[in-house]
């Protein structure tokens, strides 16, 4: 099988496709020979030594692909051979084969294409986790979502379109256009504008009820800031690491700097909440995942979960689709195919 490795930490040049026997199934396993494979900001961090929780390298990345079922392991269903599926993976992903644990599998559905069905796991999973979970976003309240052009914006659009809230933004103004096609009410470009002074005018002072944000550091004491009374704020990533020019962890130590403290008794008198969502870590449920994902699969069928594939790349291109991921060119997935 052909899998793209991590060699070192830097740039897109460290990604290195390699050759190696296709693996076997373990008991409870299925082996998947993969059509499509996500990528994730998580998976740039990674390349570049700033994801604690990747292994070191050389590593494999990747936490979703799409494909068909050809083996499987004891105590594996041997009706899911030959079947079309989709499955997250606790690294390795970036492969033309697979073996993952079946409760980590599910089918396909056919109004997907495999490059969609790779797409769909991680950022609906973590937009899903954000704005229901633990997010409680209702009809009628309000919704800030930071890069709102990316996998989990999308996600995240489609998903309080369904609940009925109103629906902010902060991306480019390039990609206005197509994010009020999928649903957005009221869009700020971030590079131009102060997009705080922007929630407050659109709101009348009084701020939004739920924000999720990826950027870390001193933007999550801006969004906390944005809150209106009952607000909640959901923090999900770092990607503003990614962008300083700083070597390695001291990127992560610049980032770490400007985090605000959130102190119970400040929170108990302004009535706001904050919490973290690390889909990563979520590895020790999967019963739970599994349900969210069953809600999330009928979102397909029912038409309101809606995965947007920007642009893929093949295997041998990673490195290509990083850059592209990397420098924010995206409008929803990036997705690698075999």
């Given amino acids: 099988m052909r899998q793209v490795v991590i060699v070192g ?6 990604l290195e496709l390699r050759e190696t026997p296709d693996p076997r199934p373990s008991r ?15 998976d740039i961090l990674a390349r570049q030594g700033l994801y604690p929780d990747a292994p070191r390298p050389p590593v494999v990345v990747g936490y979703e692909v799409s ?40 089918e396909k559905p056919d109004a997907l294409t495999h490059a969609e069905a790779a797409g769909l796991p991680v950022v609906y999973l973590t937009a899903w986790q954000l704005l229901v979970v633990m997010g409680s976003l209702k009809a009628g309240e309000s919704v800030l979502i930071h890069n709102a052009g990316g996998g989990v914006g999308l996600a995240a659009i489609d998903i309080a379109r369904h609940i009925g809230a109103r629906i902010y933004g902060t991306a480019s103004s390039a990609k206005h256009p197509f994010l009020f096609e999928r ?63 700083l070597p390695g962890v001291l990127r992560l130590g610049k980032t770490a700097l400007g985090m605000p403290v ?52 093949p295997l041998p291109a990673a490195g290509e689709a990083h850059s592209y991921l990397e420098e924010r060119r995206n409008i929803g997935k990036v997705v690698l195919t075999a």
């Fill in 9 to 14: 930490h830097g740039g897109p040049e460290k």
């Fill in 28 to 42: 409870g396993e299925v082996r998947i020979r993969v059509v499509a494979s996500g990528i994730n900001f998580a």
């Fill in 67 to 106: 494909g068909t079922v050809d083996a499987v392991g004891a105590d594996a269903d041997p009706a899911l051979i030959g079947k079309d599926v989709m499955a997250m993976t606790r690294f390795g992903g970036y492969s033309d084969v697979v073996c993952v644990p079946a409760r980590q599998v599910f």
């Fill in 183 to 245: 649903g957005a009410h009221e869009l700020i470009d971030y590079r131009t504008t102060d997009w705080a002074a922007g929630i407050d005018q659109l709101t009348g002072g009084k701020g939004v009820s739920l924000i999720i944000d990826p950027l870390g550091g001193r933007h999550w004491k801006k969004s906390y800031q944005a809150l209106r009374a009952t607000g909640r704020l959901g923090m999900f990533g770092i990607s503003s690491s990614s962008a300083s020019r």
């Fill in 262 to 313: 959130f102190h119970p008794v400040p929170l108990m008198s302004a009535n706001r909440s904050v919490f973290g969502v690390n889909l990563g870590h979520m590895w020790h449920e999967p019963d739970m995942i599994a349900e969210w994902m069953r809600l999330l699969l009928d979102g397909v069928t029912e038409g309101w979960v809606r995965p947007h594939v920007d642009r893929t790349f």
